[in-house]
Each structure stands twice: as structure tokens, then as C-alpha cells.
């Protein structure tokens, strides 16, 4: 029996790299999503940042636009690549493929409530957490990278930060090369279903 106790894993998110659609200002949603040439290029400099970083492992959203990212930012390397439905971005049901413009405002009526046909951002909250819990039981110790969507930037802030999620599905869009987190062994202790911080373990 192996008693080694388990340690933190060092988690690092990263978004996908730009696509056609960001670039016209469409949401893409669960729509695969083409990366752009300026998209191919930042995938590129994405490899540059994190080949050499320690990265035991990628796990993806199975999206085809954060596919690409990984596999152009990995090309050529050993570093193992996994894809994960569960880092999808939020469906936005009948509104997949509209324009950002039409969400917008629509976003906080949705933190519980799915998009018509779609998810609720709580609903992407809980896919992130049971993927985490899945991660601990392997990568326990590891530095590993993350490339996924906004929605999982959030829920990943949410459980790892305790940042309110109507808070986040508010604020500004924002990018920087890769947010880190720390993935504590043990599991949350907030009552909360759906909004339970791991910062505290």
C-alpha cells in the first residue's frame, strides 16, 4: 500500500488562441471554432511559453479550436496531450454561433438558468470540478496545463480563488499569458453545491 501523502498539483489555464469567430465577434459556443492566422501564430508563442515549463501534462477542451491550439503549441514535443469534454465551453443552445454582441447581456440570466437549448454557466462549474477531482487521483504533484474557454477560466476561479461566479460572468473579458492555480489534495468543504471553494485545503 502506498502511503505517500498526496501533494498540490500546480495548474496552469491558458486560452485557446484566437479564432475566425473571435475575430468577427461571433460566440462560438459549443461550434468547433477555426483558429485564425494571427490564432496559428499565438498557438505558436503559446509551444514558446510552456514547452520548456515543466508541463507534465495538456489536458484540452475536445473543441476543435482548442485541439488545434495544443496540438500546434506541442508539435514536435513528447509532452502527452488529453482531450476532455468536460472542459467545453458553456452551450449556448439556439445562440451557439450568434453574435458576442447578443449575449452580453444576457449572461447573468444565465449563471443557473440554461441558454434555450443549452447550459447554465453552473452547469460548466460542475464539469470543471468533477474533471478536477479526476486529475487529483493521477496527476497529484504535477505541473499541468489546461487549454480551454472563458467559461472554465471562471468555474476554475470560482473553486480554486472562492470568486463569486456572478461576479466573474459580469466582469470585462480579459487575456494574459496563462493564469496559475493550485489544486489542493483534499477535496471542498463549502455546503454549496456548485459554488464550493478548494482555496482553503
Given at each position: 500500500?502506498?502511503?505517500?501523502?498526496?501533494?498540490?498539483?500546480?495548474?496552469?489555464?491558458?486560452?485557446?488562441?484566437?479564432?475566425?469567430?473571435?475575430?468577427?465577434?461571433?460566440?462560438?459556443?459549443?461550434?468547433?471554432?477555426?483558429?485564425?492566422?494571427?490564432?496559428?501564430?499565438?498557438?505558436?508563442?503559446l509551444g514558446d511559453r510552456r514547452r520548456n515549463d515543466g508541463i507534465a501534462?495538456?489536458?484540452?477542451?475536445?473543441?476543435?479550436?482548442?485541439?488545434?491550439?495544443?496540438?500546434?503549441?506541442?508539435?514536435?514535443?513528447?509532452?502527452?496531450?488529453h482531450h476532455d469534454a468536460r472542459l467545453r465551453e458553456c452551450n449556448y443552445?439556439?445562440?451557439?454561433?450568434?453574435?458576442?454582441?447578443?449575449?452580453?447581456?444576457?449572461?447573468?440570466?444565465?449563471?443557473?438558468?440554461?441558454?434555450?437549448?443549452?447550459?447554465?454557466?453552473?452547469?460548466?462549474?460542475?464539469?470543471?470540478?468533477?474533471?478536477?477531482?479526476?486529475?487529483?487521483?493521477?496527476?497529484?504533484?504535477?505541473?499541468?496545463?489546461?487549454?480551454?474557454?472563458?467559461?472554465?477560466?471562471?468555474?476554475?476561479?470560482?473553486?480554486?480563488?472562492?470568486?463569486?461566479?456572478?461576479?466573474?460572468?459580469?466582469?470585462?473579458?480579459?487575456?494574459?499569458?496563462?493564469?496559475?492555480?493550485?489544486?489542493?489534495?483534499?477535496?471542498?468543504?463549502?455546503?454549496?453545491?456548485?459554488?464550493?471553494?478548494?482555496?482553503?485545503?
Open positions: 500500500m502506498n502511503d505517500r501523502p498526496m501533494t498540490p498539483i500546480r495548474l496552469i489555464y491558458e486560452t485557446h488562441a484566437t479564432t475566425t469567430d473571435n475575430e468577427a465577434g461571433i460566440a462560438t459556443g459549443w461550434l468547433p471554432g477555426v483558429l485564425s492566422p494571427t490564432g496559428r501564430r499565438q498557438a505558436q508563442e501534462a495538456v489536458f484540452t477542451s475536445d473543441l476543435h479550436r482548442a485541439v488545434d491550439t495544443a496540438r500546434i503549441a506541442f508539435e514536435g514535443t513528447t509532452v502527452p496531450i443552445g439556439r445562440l451557439n454561433g450568434r453574435p458576442q454582441a447578443a449575449l452580453a447581456s444576457l449572461r447573468s440570466r444565465h449563471i443557473d438558468e440554461p441558454f434555450p437549448g443549452g447550459q447554465s454557466y453552473r452547469e460548466v462549474l460542475a464539469a470543471t470540478e468533477d474533471f478536477l477531482i479526476d486529475l487529483r487521483t493521477r496527476w497529484d504533484g504535477s505541473r499541468i496545463l489546461l487549454i480551454a474557454h472563458s467559461a472554465n477560466r471562471w468555474a476554475l476561479d470560482c473553486l480554486l480563488t472562492g470568486t463569486d461566479l456572478e461576479d466573474l460572468v459580469q466582469a470585462p473579458a480579459r487575456w494574459q499569458p496563462g493564469w496559475e492555480y493550485t489544486v489542493p489534495p483534499a477535496g471542498p468543504t463549502q455546503a454549496q453545491p456548485g459554488e464550493r471553494s478548494w482555496s482553503e485545503h
